[in-house]
Every structure is written in C-alpha cells, then in structure tokens.
T-cell receptor, first 113, second 117 residues
Framework: GNSVTQMEGPVTLSEEAFLTINCTYT??????LFWYVQYPGEGLQLLLK?????DKGSNKGFEATYRKETTSFHLEKGSVQVSDSAVYFC????????????FGPGTSLSVIP | DARVTQTPRHKVTEMGQEVTMRCQPI?????VFWYRQTMMQGLELLAY????????DSGMPKDRFSAEMPDATLATLKIQPSEPRDSAVYFC???????????????FGEGSRLTVL
C-alpha cells in the first residue's frame, strides 16, 4: 500500500542553520507530493507541493524536489529562523479515482536563538 | 477569508457519553477528510467523503464511530459510547477533487480537542 516515511525527530537547530528533513514514499504510479506545517495549537497548512517528477516546490525559503528515481521529497531551507519551529509533515496523494491523502508521522523542529 | 470551521474546539466528557464533532468545509470544496492526531499514532485517516458520499471509513472503529455529511456544508463525526482511548485532536480537512489529476491540496480546520475521562 501507499506510505510515507520521514526522518525521526525532534530536530533542534540553531538560528541560521541549514535544514534538511528527509521524506521517502511508496506508491503506485506518480502521486502528488506535499509538505504541510503545523504550528502549536493549529491545524496543518500547506507549505509547498510538487505534482510530477523533477518539479521543485518552494515557499517561504523552503524547497523540495520530486525525485522519482529515489522516491524522495526532502525538505530543505538554507537558513532557519525561530519562527520556523513547528511540526513538518510529508504527504502524498494518488492521482487516481481513489485519491486519499497519506501523511508521514511528522518531524518536530525546534530552532533556538 | 475562506476556511474550514470545526466545533467544538475543546470537549471534555465522561466515558460512555456521546460526542459529536462538526465541520463546515470551505464552500465549493467537494472532498472532506476526518483525521485523528495523537502523539503515539500521529495523523490517522478516519473517513473520506467525496461529493458527500463516503469513499473510505476503514480507519474508524465501526462499533463506536460514525461519520456523515447530511449536506454539502456540514460533516459530522460521532463517537458513541466514548472511551478514554478516544482522547485526541480530531481534524477536518476539505479540498477539491477535479476530474483530472488535480494537485489535491487540503485545507485543515483548527481541530477539536477531545478528552474522555
């Protein structure tokens, strides 16, 4: 079945450090891929997305590239800020008639000044 | 500013009581998802509706949980009877499913935090 795997957290970084959160997926065909972010006490919100191989999604300094050959969608940011502290979820959605969204377990990020 | 609205935001109840959570999806969205979030299990899909029809409720404990969409503006998740292990944050999300591939972004509500004593 479809699944999403993320690196274990929590991740703690100093402000301005480089961030990578790994995400790999298992799916039939070529799903759409997403990163969602959840701030404390809130629901998830879309951070970025990619719909086909080699697409790069980007938003607020975050980037992720859809890699079909490695079935990966790693999240990166060159310089994190304290305000980036949140839980990050990788997700996929099949482009078929049955297109439920599958989320990874989430990775908690804390950025310290 | 369109958003998904969930009620109640917080609910504390005694074991055995009935709990109903409500969700108003964004107007025009034709897919609705219910997720449960706990520290141990992360985000679990409970139910998925498209055009008000249930497509998948395999994630729900059938003996106590039920999900419905009486109309396009309301989705409900009911637990009867509730148990302490049901304590979690329940999220509703809506989106648009088009006839083509579609990018499938979901818009989440702020969640209903349930505590069953």
């Amino acid at each position: 079945g479809n699944s999403v795997t993320q690196m274990e957290g929590p991740v703690t970084l100093s402000e301005e450090a480089f961030l990578t959160i790994n995400c790999t997926y298992t799916a039939t065909g070529y799903p759409s891929l997403f990163w969602y972010v959840q701030y404390p006490g809130e629901g998830l919100q879309l951070l970025l997305k990619a719909t086909k191989a080699d697409d790069k999604g980007s938003n607020k300094g975050f980037e992720a590239t859809y890699r079909k050959e490695t079935t990966s969608f790693h999240l990166e940011k060159g310089s994190v800020q304290v305000s980036d502290s949140a839980v990050y979820f990788c997700a996929l959605r099949q482009k078929t008639s049955y297109d439920k969204v599958i989320f990874g377990p989430g990775t908690s990020l804390s950025v310290i000044p | 500013d369109a958003r998904v609205t969930q009620t109640p935001r917080h609910k504390v109840t005694e074991m055995g009581q009935e709990v109903t959570m409500r969700c108003q999806p964004i107007l025009g969205h034709n897919t609705v998802f219910w997720y449960r979030q706990t520290m141990m299990q992360g985000l679990e899909l409970l139910a998925y509706f498209r055009n008000r029809a249930p497509l998948d409720d395999s994630g729900m404990p059938k003996d106590r949980f039920s999900a419905e969409m009486p109309d396009a503006t309301l989705a409900t998740l009911k637990i009867q009877p509730s148990e302490p292990r049901d304590s979690a944050v329940y999220f509703c999300a809506s989106g648009i499913r088009t006839g083509g591939a579609g990018t499938g972004e979901l818009f989440f509500g702020e969640g209903s935090r349930l505590t069953v004593l």
